[in-house]
């Protein structure tokens, strides 16, 4: 079974916020071998669990974002266990840490001794702010690293505080980007024959999905600021999450030229229903400039649809957006999503099998590949997140450590 | 150009942020990314604030120049038959191209990847939409704020006791670059090593939905649906934002996550140790979450006062997790961010001098590097045609006068 990464061995020591970039290593063909202290993952000892039965191989949070690995157990905190690991930098390719920064170093794990023993290693640390700078040192998580991003403070009820999305966003943008860095620095591998450091921040990764606002602060003075469930306008703000029958839909009142078809096709099906005013219907889309309105004109704008959308639940409406392409589109939840049609056609969703467990869905591929050998190019889970210690033996045979070897490493309490 | 990309050459059809942002990872590593445009139909952050007293007009948008620096511009007019025999030459030319419009729109032009194969059977290519090409949904027409309330970003995101809202910047449309960065490059070592060529259908959603696995499975296993819970964590208390003495009109905010009983007991002693943070029936992660609404309402008493780079300060040096809420305007004095050097001023000939934005990722044996401002359209058509694709000059001024560079 190929993909594109086909061939790197990667050893990934990460904890929560790193989870996601050895997966998508894994979901492109890599050889991800997830190492773990021999208590385990503390992400293990979460809730929530599997049928609600505290195990550590029924945490979701550990399950989410662990497959396509396979598991080792090493006690890094030992001598023995500091000599295997070095052992086994030596046959790999790519290391995922996320340390806070000088803690490797400190266990004399740190890049400068790594590069000696292998040139070709990549190692990529994933920490909130970075390896360097006046806050290297200090501690961060998700809501602490968004904070300092601007998208904090732009997200969330005008009367609260900012707020964020209530699973780590931060973990998901860095965990890519940590991919992104490895896969790099493979390809420089390829012309230099040499592996080098890769540095990913957090907190700067959580800049970028303000998509432009904060380099355009310099020019255009916005600091930002929380609208809720409305958007800014020049003169006012306008309802862009409406209340339906069964939930919430995303809907803008926007022009141009992308935005105004899907608003007389709005018009035309909420008028099929005899919902449609009169002003509505002979309104001007064509020169509808959201931006020239008065609040008092775009609230009497908003009325009508807002009353429409109270009459239709999230599946009719999307049902109807997608067949008269209107730019709206349901707040999914799980249920949703687990339900679309869409997910169903592109058969998105996969039953991952764990023994003795039953079997478990799952977002499968992120994207789907065409090419001569499509094996060799698939995208997508390669087996189920490991059980604490599952492929101990295994990995360590490949890598040439033998059976009278690892009995003593075990009786040591190393693995 | 040097770097990791030279010589490197990426086509890029389409526009707005998912499409765009992708390729800047490689043109800051000394690629030369070419985009295709058109006055006929611009990129719509080039007339998204667009009025007929905009300087530069369709060159003068900043939310395109702060997306889109590093990168050249052939303006080519798609609706001719001569502009589509211009851009599959440049297709066959390059070594990858990537598209972001809806799906059957490049197959329209003979541009698809099934076409353009059969004469470049290495050709690297990535299609990314919001539902992907395939499926009874692929035609559905939409931006980000849809592809977050699709992928469950919105239903996450809000109070608990109050409607969801728009995660700012909507969440996918930087998730998805960031996935095509990934595929691209992976694809392209692929090729480097087997000498093969692919192509790459990226679902904005599902992208979203794969990052979202938590809430799936805690769905799939146990019917669970997660909600909106504000800023508040099932695994820590307190772990909130709380408010700071205002800065003139300005709120400020700052974060605080106490993620265990020992951080607990930092957090107590920096604030001096007061009678409520020594209540033992708040020294365990379990009793804090049960009363975490009090604990909130004291630690702000406490924040009211004060600035949030103080508390932060104060609490960091004490060991205990906290940051200021830092907003648009605070980002370009944060020192972290400035030694990171994430952003980098660059020129541009109508907006003057304006900082853009680089990745997050810093390399020990190689730079991220921003040589030149977002391009004006069509800046590069002559450069691009006549250098990169050795265009004759008399083609060049026949194609030009018949308006094909529109």
Redesign the interface.
């Known amino acids: 079974m190929g993909g594109n990464l086909d061939g790197i061995r990667v050893l990934d020591l990460t904890g929560e916020p790193g989870f996601l970039a050895g997966k998508l290593l894994g979901d492109l063909g890599a050889d991800v071998i997830k190492v773990e202290p021999p208590a385990g993952d503390p992400a293990r000892r979460r809730p929530p669990f599997w049928g609600d039965v505290p195990d550590p191989e029924r945490s979701l949070v550990w399950l989410a974002l662990n497959t396509s690995k396979r598991g080792i157990t090493l006690d890094l905190s030992r001598p023995r266990g500091r000599e295997l690991f070095l052992e086994l930098m030596r046959r790999i390719d790519v290391l995922l840490e996320s340390e806070l920064p000088g803690q490797m170093a400190a266990r004399g794990l740190g890049w400068a001794e790594l590069q000696t023993r292998n040139p070709r290693l990549v190692h990529c640390a994933v920490t909130p702010f970075g390896q360097s700078g006046p806050r290297a040192g200090w501690r961060g998580s998700d809501l602490t690293v968004s904070a300092l991003s601007g998208n904090l403070y732009a997200t969330g009820d005008p009367d609260r505080a900012p707020v964020r999305c209530s699973l780590p966003v931060a973990y998901y943008h860095g965990g890519i980007e940590a991919a992104v860095g490895v896969v790099f620095a493979l390809l420089a591998r390829e012309e230099s024959g040499r592996g080098q450091h890769v540095d990913v921040a957090l907190q700067e990764a959580m800049v970028m999905p303000n998509i432009g606002s904060a380099a355009m602060f310099q020019m255009i003075g916005l600091r930002g600021a929380r609208a809720g469930a409305f958007m800014r306008q020049v003169n006012g703000v306008a309802r862009e999450i409406w209340p339906c029958k069964d939930g919430f839909v995303s809907f803008a009142l926007r022009g141009g030229p992308a935005r105004v078809p899907g608003l007389v096709a709005m018009v035309q099906y909420m008028g099929e229903h005899g919902m449609a005013s009169e002003s509505l219907e002979e309104r001007d889309w064509k020169s509808h400039n959201l931006n020239l309105l008065t609040q008092a004109e775009i609230d009497d704008l908003s009325r009508p649809f807002a009353a429409f959308f109270l009459t239709k639940t999230m599946a009719e409406l999307y049902e109807a957006a997608c067949a008269r392409n209107l730019m709206l589109a349901p707040i999914n939840t799980a249920r949703e999503i687990v339900a679309s049609p869409q997910l169903a056609a592109r058969e998105f969703l996969v039953d991952v099998e764990y023994r003795g467990r039953g079997s478990l869905r799952y977002p499968g591929a992120f994207a789907r590949t065409t090419s001569a050998h499509p094996e060799a190019t698939r995208v997508g889970i390669r087996r189920p997140a490991p059980a604490l210690g599952e492929h101990t033996a295994e990995v360590l045979s490949e890598l040439g450590i033998g059976s009278t070897e690892l009995a003593r490493l075990r009786a040591e309490g190393v693995v | 150009m040097t770097g ?1 990309f030279a010589g490197t050459s990426i086509l890029e059809f389409g526009g707005g ?1 998912a499409g765009p ?1 992708a390729t800047r ?1 490689f043109a800051d ?1 000394g690629a030369t990314v070419i985009r295709v445009e058109s006055r006929q139909r611009p990129d ?1 952050l080039r ?2 604030r667009l009025t007929p007293d905009t300087p530069g007009g369709l060159d003068g948008a ?2 395109f120049a ?2 889109n620096a590093n990168k050249l511009s052939v303006a080519l007019n798609l609706a001719r038959p001569e502009g589509v025999a211009v851009a599959r030459r440049l297709a066959l030319r390059v070594e990858a191209v990537a598209e972001n419009f809806a799906p059957g729109a490049m197959a329209k032009w003979g541009l698809d ?1 099934a076409s353009l194969v059969r004469e470049r ?1 290495d050709l690297v290519m990535i299609s990314t939409c919001l ?29 608990p006791d ?10 996918t ?3 998805s670059p ?2 095509a ?3 691209l ?6 090729r ?3 000498g ?8 904005q959603v ?2 979203g ?14 019917g ?8 508040r ?3 820590a208390a307190p ?5 700071c003495a205002d800065e003139g009109r ?1 709120d400020r ?3 605080i ?1 106490v ?1 265990d009983d020992d951080d607990w007991r930092r957090l107590g002693r920096a604030l001096g140790d007061p009678a409520w943070a020594l209540d033992p029936g708040l020294a365990t992660t379990t009793a804090r979450l049960a009363r975490t609404s009090e604990i909130e309402q004291r630690l702000e008493e406490w924040t009211r006062g004060r600035t949030p780079e103080a508390v932060a300060d104060l609490l ?1 040096a004490a ?14 004095e ?4 400035a ?2 050097g ?2 980098r001023p660059v020129q541009h000939a109508v ?1 003057g001098r ?4 680089t ?8 730079a991220p590097r921003i040589d030149a401002p977002a391009p004006r359209l069509g800046e590069h058509t002559e450069h691009v045609l006549r250098d990169l694709l050795g265009m004759p000059a008399d083609e060049f001024a026949r194609l030009r006068d018949a308006g094909v560079f529109e």
């Open positions: 990791l942020a942002v990872y590593h719509f007339v998204l900043h939310h702060v997306l990847y059977a539902n992907g090409q395939t499926g009874p949904h692929r035609f559905y027409p939409g931006f980000g704020g849809q592809g977050s309330a699709l992928a469950g970003f919105n239903h996450l995101t809000g109070w109050r409607e969801p809202v728009g995660p700012f910047g909507t969440i449309d930087s998730l960031r996935l960065a990934l595929l490059a992976s694809a392209l070592l692929h480097r090593k087997t093969e060529g692919q192509h790459i259908d990226l679902s599902e992208g939905i794969m990052c979202l696995s938590e809430m799936i499975v805690t769905y799939t296993a146990n669970e649906l997660l909600g909106r819970q504000g800023n964590s099932r695994h772990h909130g934002v709380f408010r300005r905010w700052v974060a996550v993620h960091q060991g205990v997790e906290a940051s200021a809420v830092e907003d648009f305007g605070d980002l370009h944060d020192p972290q961010l030694h990171r994430h952003f907006l304006h900082p853009v934005e990745h997050a990722i810093r390399f020990s044996a190689m």
